[in-house]
């Protein structure tokens, strides 16, 4: 039995889920969402409470059940809080700033990079460090940030680069300097 699948999701008060020709479209306060769902597993709407059952009990089937559950959950979440991830820049000068829909980033190249947002993403710098990138679709918003980080990854050796906040960058000891054996 899939856990995950099994679980009912409460629709909140003011999002609106539609069922339709295997689309499941979510409306609520901060936007729209759609997904495209596989005719094996069936989306069920019984009052405020929105039910996945699937047709066989094969491994593929099972893995889907769960699929589908987990990413609807994560639009009816996106469509009432959104979702964001935090991004530090950390290196000697290194600074962000937002320019109206662009983040202008010095991070120790020979030119500033400029990123400029998407539909559906947001970009804004609290402070000359951080980025915070926001938005309805989790997917979109961790594959941008995950974008924006691969500019200039993490390095081990001084902790230069730009890394998510929550994450633990493994320092490593440098070249022993004039050792003799």
């Known amino acids: 039995m899939s856990r995950i699948g099994n679980a009912h999701i409460v629709i909140p008060a003011g999002v609106t889920v539609g069922i339709d020709n295997g689309v499941i479209s979510v409306k ?8 495209k769902y596989d005719t094996i597993i069936t989306p069920k709407i019984d009052g405020n409470v929105l039910v996945f ?16 559950r987990a ?5 009816i979440k996106g469509v009432t809080e959104g979702f964001s991830k935090k991004l530090v820049v950390n290196g000697v000068g290194w600074k962000v700033a937002k ?12 030119h500033p990079v400029e990123v400029e947002e998407i539909e559906g993403i947001t970009l804004d710098c609290p402070a000359q460090t951080e980025i915070v990138v926001s938005g309805i679709d989790k ?10 980080r691969g500019i200039r990854e993490p ?3 001084h902790g230069y680069g730009i890394r998510y906040a929550d994450e633990v960058i493994e320092r490593k000891v440098g070249k022993a300097a004039g050792s003799k054996g």
């Not at 609520?28 to 997904?35: D, E, F, H």
């Not at 059952?53 to 589908?68: C, E, I, M, S, V």
């Not at 320019?99 to 020979?110: A, D, L, R």
């Not at 997917?139 to 974008?147: H, I, L, R, T, Y």
């Open 139 to 148: 997917e979109k918003v961790g594959q941008f940030a995950a974008m924006v």
């Open 28 to 35: 609520g306060p901060k936007g729209t969402l759609s997904l």
């Open 99 to 110: 320019q109206g829909k662009k983040i202008v980033m010095n991070v120790g190249f020979s």
């Open 53 to 68: 059952t699937r047709d066989n009990d094969l491994g593929p089937t099972k893995a889907k059940h769960g699929l589908y």
């Open 71 to 75: 990413l609807t959950f994560n639009m």
């Open 155 to 157: 390095e081990p050796y």
